[in-house]
């Protein structure tokens, strides 16, 4: 699967922006999905159902190579990290659903792009200029109006939310990492695995019963979180990452309605103020990236 290049046509860009902002759509009804079913179930038995079909989405997209040949990573033991700390960041994920509104959740997890722009300096070894430490300060100004330290607000469900955020920054930098040497299908193959090796050992021990509406929701949750994924593999495949990216957080978005929808929440006018710098600090790191790489052309 080849990513895409700058200078694509701009029907195909505009498709592209269109496929994020509808891979952020379905992820945002699977998290949904998945807020829902955790009052009921355990984590690890809506994650062992939702990659047990990623799974074979990931089969299906090494069989064009075959599955020894994408199995084969420049660097597996990276890939079996990555994988983890995917797992690790999706469970957290979940659980600070199960403690505070979808949207603010997602408020806090908009730093992450920030996150992993800090992390990649003593991990990929990157050179970040003041501007974009800016932008990273910026988004933790955010961060902080959202949580409002001492207010008793969101309390330590906060701190689960932005342990979270800093997961998923990590697993960025790290599939930027892996991406480095390994196709989308390696990658692919091996968060499926290693999350089906992980859950199928531990999912049994907490294993909650499920009713047949119970086994609906499971399956929607696996259904929406491959397509989306393949979507977003596909938006990929159209444009350029650095044009999609501020598209990303079109999430916040949606996960405020489906808050909305589902379970009545609606952020306080104090959120919507930090949501709205973490995002103008994300879209200035972006834009100075994009003046970057525009300069070293």
Not at 53 to 62: K, Q
Not at 68 to 88: C, D, H
Not at 101 to 126: F, Y
Not at 242 to 268: I, K, N, R
Request: glycine share 10%; aromatic share 10%.
């Amino acid at each position: 699967m080849s990513a895409a290049t700058p200078d694509q046509a701009p029907g195909q860009t505009a498709r592209g922006i269109g496929l994020m902002i509808l891979a952020m759509c379905l992820m945002a009804s699977m998290d949904a999905t998945a807020k829902w079913l955790v009052e009921e179930h355990s984590i690890a038995q809506i994650l062992l159902v939702r990659f047990l079909m990623f799974l074979v989405v990931a089969l299906a997209l090494a069989a064009r190579r075959g599955l020894a040949e994408t199995l084969r990573s420049k660097n597996p033991g990276l890939q079996v990290i990555r994988s983890l700390v995917m797992l690790a960041e999706i469970y957290v994920f979940i659980w600070a659903f199960s403690l505070l509104p979808l949207a603010d959740v997602h408020g806090i997890a908009a730093v992450s792009p920030l996150m992993a722009m800090a992390l990649a300096v003593p991990l990929l070894g990157e050179k970040v200029g003041w501007h974009r430490w800016a932008a990273v300060a910026i988004g933790f100004v955010g961060v902080l109006v959202i949580v409002r330290p001492g207010s008793g607000v969101m309390g330590s469900a906060a701190l689960v939310a932005l342990f979270a955020a800093f997961l998923w920054g990590l697993f960025q930098v790290l599939i930027r990492k892996v991406g480095l040497n390994d196709s989308v299908e390696t990658t692919a193959l091996y968060t499926a695995i290693i999350a089906v090796i992980v859950l199928g050992v531990t999912a049994p021990f907490m294993w909650q019963p499920v009713d047949r509406g119970g086994w609906g929701l499971l399956l929607l949750v696996g259904v929406l979180g491959s397509l989306g994924h393949l979507v977003l593999f596909r938006a990929l495949q159209l444009a350029p990452a650095s044009t999609l990216q501020p598209f990303s957080y079109t999430m916040v978005v949606w996960a405020t309605v489906m808050g909305f929808l589902m379970f009545g929440d609606f952020p306080d006018s104090w959120t919507i103020i930090g949501i709205g710098i973490v995002i103008a600090g994300g879209l200035y790191a972006f834009s100075r990236e994009h003046a970057a790489s525009r300069s070293r052309r």
